[in-house]
């Protein structure tokens, strides 16, 4: 069974940064493509950003310019570096591995951004 474990949220001002962690088990992560979502109370989750097994990248315009995708396959772990952060972006930030069959979510993690 694939388990994701998101780590990194936490409370930062507007104009900070944060880096989210997501860890996979499992030994087979460097072929899957992964992403980055999140959600607000009483809205349809976001997807923010994606990365393929070769590292094809694609961003939401709403953080295309602030937000940087990545992933570390030695680590199983993918990474989303966030700058310039902004009250609207206090939300859930979750991730997501995507197989052939199923997808798979990490709990979440809380990000706040609020002065």
């Known amino acids: 069974q694939v388990q994701l474990v998101e780590s990194g949220g936490g409370l930062v001002q507007p104009g900070g940064s944060l880096r989210l962690s997501c860890a996979v088990s499992?030994?087979?992560?460097?072929?899957?493509?992964m992403a980055w979502y999140r959600q607000v109370p009483g809205e349809q989750r976001e997807l923010l950003a994606s990365?393929?097994?070769?590292?094809?990248?694609k961003y939401s315009d709403s953080v295309k310019g602030r937000f940087t995708i990545s992933r570390d396959n030695a680590k199983n772990t993918v990474f989303l570096q966030m700058n310039s952060l902004k009250p609207e972006d206090t939300a859930v930030y979750f991730c997501?591995?995507?197989?052939?069959?199923?997808?798979?979510w990490g709990q979440g993690t809380q990000v706040t951004v609020s002065s």
């Open positions: 990365i393929t097994s070769d590292t094809f990248i």
């Open positions: 499992g030994n087979r992560f460097a072929i899957y493509a």
């Open positions: 997501k591995l995507a197989t052939a069959n199923a997808d798979y």
